[in-house]
C-alpha cells in the first residue's frame, strides 16, 4: 500500500534506461523497470519551467494581453552509490555513463603464467581476451592495460601503474570494466529516460543527457556519484481516485482529477496506473479527456494483479514497482594515489570532476518549445586528490606544480575483487598543491586538469572490478 499522501523521502527511487539512438524524444520503455533501478542518496533535485513572456498592446491600456510561449526546461540532479557488482559485470550506474558520454572496454580473464612476470609486465595464460585500454585486477590492485602480446611465449600484457610485487605463478587475473569519454556520443544522441518517485507520485524525463560527473572517494563514507544534466521533457503523475465505480471490462475510467496522467497519454506513449497496493491491478492509459481515461489494457500482469472491479472512492497512482539493486557500496576501508606510476601516498580523498561539454540545441521549429538535441563542445576534466604527506615525494610534487609539469594521476578505493573503484587521469597539468601544516598528520593536496593526446578520448579512465 502506498504511504502517507504527504511526499517523503525515504520512498526514494530513480529507474534510469537508455534510449535507442537517433530518439531523443522517444521514451526509452512506457513504464520504469525493476531492474533500472539506481541506488540513490537522499540528494535528488528535479527542475524545470515552462518559461513565457507576456506581450502588451499599447492602445491606452496597461492591461497585458496574452502569453508568448518559450523553450521549456527540464532538469535533473542525481546522488549514488558509486557500487559495484561481481568482477566483470557492470554495475547499475553503468547505463548512466554509457548514455551520457562515456563507452567501455571489457575482457575475459585468465591466470599468470610461470615466475617471469614483473610489476609492469604479466606473463600469462592467455591474453586474447584482455584489450589495450582494459583493465585487470591482480591481488587486489586495479591496473589499466596499455599492451598485450599473443606472440610471445607466454602472453603477456602491460599495465600501469606498476603493481605493488610481481605476480606470483597461477595468480588470478580478473578482467573489470574499463570507461572512458566518447567523441561520437552527439552522433547518436546518446541519452536515457528516467523516473524519479516516492509513495504516491513518479516524474519522468525524456531524453536525459547527464552533462556533469562528479565521483567522490575516500574520506568518511562509501565512493559516490553525483550526475547532473538537462532533458528534453518532464512529465509528472500523481495519485487520484475513481468517480464512479467500474467493473472488470471497461476501458473508459471516470476519475476525480484526470490531470494526474499527462495529457500526452496515446497508444504510443501510454503511462501506469495502479489500485491498492503493489499487487494490484495496473491498467495502461493511452488517453486522457477532462477526467476521463482511455485504457488500452487491463491487468498489466508484469506490474501487478488481474482486471478486477473497483469502487467509487478507490485510489489510483502511479505504478512504481519495487527497484532490484545488483552489488553493494565501495566502503572507503582502503585505497591510494599514485603519481608518475610509482610513487605512492595513502588516499584521504579524491574529487574527479567531468564536464562532458554538452551544448544544448532548441527545437527550431518550436516543437514544443522543447530540446531538441545537443552538440558537444570541449571536456573539461579535473582531478585533486589529498593523502598524507611524505618528505621523499612532497617536494617532487610541489616543484611540479610550479613547473605546471604534467604526471599522471592514479587512485583506488577499496581492495577486495568485485568491490573496487580506480580512477587514471595518464597526463594531469597540476596547478596547485595545498598543504595543511596543522592537521595531526600534515596532508598535501593536488588539483590539476587532464589533458587528452592525439588519439583521443583519453582524458580519463574509469575503472571497476
Known amino acids: 500500500?502506498?504511504?502517507?499522501?504527504?511526499?517523503?523521502?525515504?520512498?526514494?527511487?530513480?529507474?534510469?534506461?537508455?534510449?535507442?539512438?537517433?530518439?531523443?524524444?522517444?521514451?526509452?520503455?512506457?513504464?520504469?523497470?525493476?531492474?533500472?533501478?539506481?541506488?540513490?542518496?537522499?540528494?535528488?533535485?528535479?527542475?524545470?519551467?515552462?518559461?513565457?513572456?507576456?506581450?502588451?498592446?499599447?492602445?491606452?491600456?496597461?492591461?497585458?494581453?496574452?502569453?508568448?510561449?518559450?523553450?521549456?526546461?527540464?532538469?535533473?540532479?542525481?546522488?549514488?552509490?558509486?557500487?559495484?557488482?561481481?568482477?566483470?559485470?557492470?554495475?547499475?550506474?553503468?547505463?548512466?555513463?554509457?548514455?551520457?558520454?562515456?563507452?567501455?572496454?571489457?575482457?575475459?580473464?585468465?591466470?599468470?603464467?610461470?615466475?617471469?612476470?614483473?610489476?609492469?609486465?604479466?606473463?600469462?595464460?592467455?591474453?586474447?581476451?584482455l584489450a589495450v585500454g582494459g583493465c585487470v585486477e591482480i591481488s587486489g590492485e586495479l591496473r589499466r592495460i596499455t599492451a598485450t602480446d599473443t606472440v610471445s611465449t607466454p602472453d603477456n600484457i602491460t599495465v600501469t601503474p606498476a603493481l605493488t610485487a610481481?605476480?606470483?605463478?597461477?595468480?588470478?587475473?580478473?578482467?573489470?570494466?574499463?570507461?572512458?569519454?566518447?567523441?561520437?556520443?552527439?552522433?547518436?544522441?546518446?541519452?536515457?529516460?528516467?523516473w524519479v518517485g516516492n509513495n504516491r507520485s513518479i516524474e519522468r524525463f525524456v531524453g536525459f543527457v547527464p552533462a556533469t560527473f562528479n565521483l567522490t572517494m575516500g574520506g568518511a563514507g562509501a565512493a559516490r556519484w553525483s550526475i547532473n544534466g538537462p532533458a528534453r521533457s518532464r512529465s509528472a503523475l500523481w495519485s487520484t481516485t475513481l468517480s464512479g465505480g467500474i467493473d472488470a471490462a471497461v476501458t473508459t475510467v471516470a476519475v476525480t482529477n484526470g490531470t494526474a496522467c499527462p495529457a500526452d497519454a496515446s497508444a504510443t506513449n501510454p503511462y501506469y496506473f495502479q489500485f491498492g497496493d503493489v499487487s494490484g491491478e495496473v491498467i495502461k492509459v493511452i488517453a486522457?479527456?477532462?477526467?476521463?481515461?482511455?485504457?488500452?489494457?487491463?491487468?498489466?500482469?508484469?506490474?501487478?494483479?488481474?482486471?478486477?472491479?473497483?469502487?467509487?472512492?478507490?485510489?489510483?497512482?502511479?505504478?512504481?514497482?519495487?527497484?532490484?539493486?545488483?552489488?553493494?557500496?565501495?566502503?572507503?576501508?582502503?585505497?591510494?594515489?599514485?603519481?608518475?606510476?610509482?610513487?605512492?601516498?595513502?588516499?584521504?580523498?579524491?574529487?574527479?570532476?567531468?564536464?562532458?561539454?554538452?551544448?544544448?540545441?532548441?527545437d527550431e521549429a518550436f516543437d514544443a518549445q522543447k530540446l531538441a538535441g545537443y552538440v558537444l563542445g570541449m571536456r573539461s576534466i579535473r582531478v585533486t586528490g589529498a593523502g598524507s604527506s611524505y618528505y621523499d615525494h612532497s617536494g617532487v610534487r610541489m616543484q611540479e606544480t610550479f613547473n605546471r609539469t604534467a604526471v599522471q594521476f592514479f587512485a583506488q578505493q577499496n581492495a577486495t575483487s568485485g568491490s573496487i573503484i580506480a580512477i587514471e587521469c595518464p597526463t594531469v597539468r597540476l596547478e596547485s598543491s595545498d598543504i595543511d601544516r596543522g592537521a595531526d598528520e600534515v596532508q598535501f593536496t593536488l588539483t590539476g586538469e587532464a589533458e587528452g593526446t592525439t588519439e583521443k578520448e583519453d582524458e580519463v579512465y574509469i575503472m571497476v572490478a
Open 166 to 194: 610481481a605476480p606470483a605463478d597461477t595468480t588470478t587475473v580478473t578482467a573489470g570494466i574499463t570507461y572512458y569519454p566518447k567523441d561520437a556520443r552527439a552522433d547518436a544522441q546518446d541519452a536515457l529516460t528516467a
Open 288 to 362: 486522457v479527456s477532462g477526467n476521463n481515461w482511455t485504457v488500452g489494457t487491463r491487468g498489466v500482469y508484469a506490474h501487478g494483479g488481474a482486471a478486477a472491479s473497483h469502487s467509487n472512492g478507490d485510489e489510483v497512482f502511479p505504478a512504481i514497482p519495487t527497484g532490484t539493486y545488483a552489488g553493494t557500496p565501495v566502503p572507503a576501508c582502503s585505497g591510494d594515489i599514485i603519481i608518475n606510476a610509482d610513487d605512492a601516498m595513502q588516499l584521504d580523498s579524491v574529487s574527479l570532476d567531468c564536464d562532458m561539454g554538452i551544448v544544448p540545441r532548441e
Open 1 to 129: 500500500m502506498p504511504g502517507p499522501n504527504v511526499d517523503i523521502g525515504n520512498d526514494l527511487v530513480v529507474f534510469v534506461d537508455p534510449q535507442a539512438a537517433n530518439s531523443f524524444g522517444t521514451p526509452a520503455a512506457d513504464y520504469p523497470v525493476a531492474a533500472d533501478a539506481v541506488r540513490v542518496l537522499a540528494g535528488v533535485q528535479t527542475s524545470g519551467a515552462t518559461n513565457f513572456s507576456m506581450y502588451e498592446d499599447k492602445r491606452g491600456t496597461a492591461t497585458k494581453q496574452g502569453v508568448i510561449c518559450e523553450k521549456k526546461e527540464a532538469s535533473l540532479q542525481l546522488e549514488m552509490y558509486a557500487y559495484t557488482t561481481t568482477a566483470g559485470t557492470a554495475p547499475d550506474w553503468g547505463d548512466l555513463l554509457l548514455s551520457g558520454g562515456w563507452q567501455a572496454t571489457t575482457g575475459t580473464g585468465t591466470t599468470v603464467s610461470g615466475s617471469g612476470s614483473t610489476t609492469t609486465v604479466v606473463d600469462v595464460v592467455d591474453a586474447s581476451g
